[in-house]
Every structure is written in structure tokens, then in C-alpha cells.
């Protein structure tokens, strides 16, 4: 399955979480609630900053 982890930071509480770039509902905030991923059919719509990538499970990465 390709698709990468990515830890994004809230842009409200600044509380970091591991979202899936390709989620299929939205993903709130676990310490105060804020939308941090939208789906859109395809690579979701993230709100806040990318730390960093946990795993990236791309097509090219896994080559």
C-alpha cells in the first residue's frame, strides 16, 4: 500500500500526531479537537506543519 506517515503539528496546542497522508475521514486533534486532515479522495489536506515523515511508503521508496 503505498501512502507515508507524516507527524504534524497543531497549528492550536502545537500537540504532535502521526496522520496518514491518504486518510478517508477527518482526523481531529487528540489533545484539543482542531481538524488536522481533511480527505479529499487522494492525499489529504493537512492543516498545521510536517515535522517530519515517519515512513515514507511510496512507490519510490519502496523500489
Request: glycine share 8%; aromatic share 4%; with cysteine.
Amino acid at each position: 500500500m503505498a501512502g507515508s506517515f507524516f507527524r504534524v503539528a497543531c497549528p492550536d496546542c502545537e500537540n504532535e500526531q502521526v496522520v496518514f497522508e491518504k486518510v478517508s475521514s477527518e482526523v481531529a486533534c487528540a489533545v484539543c479537537g482542531h481538524t488536522l486532515a481533511h480527505p479529499t479522495g487522494g492525499i489529504a489536506e493537512l492543516e498545521g506543519e510536517v515535522v517530519e515523515v515517519v515512513e515514507d511508503r511510496t512507490a519510490d521508496a519502496l523500489a
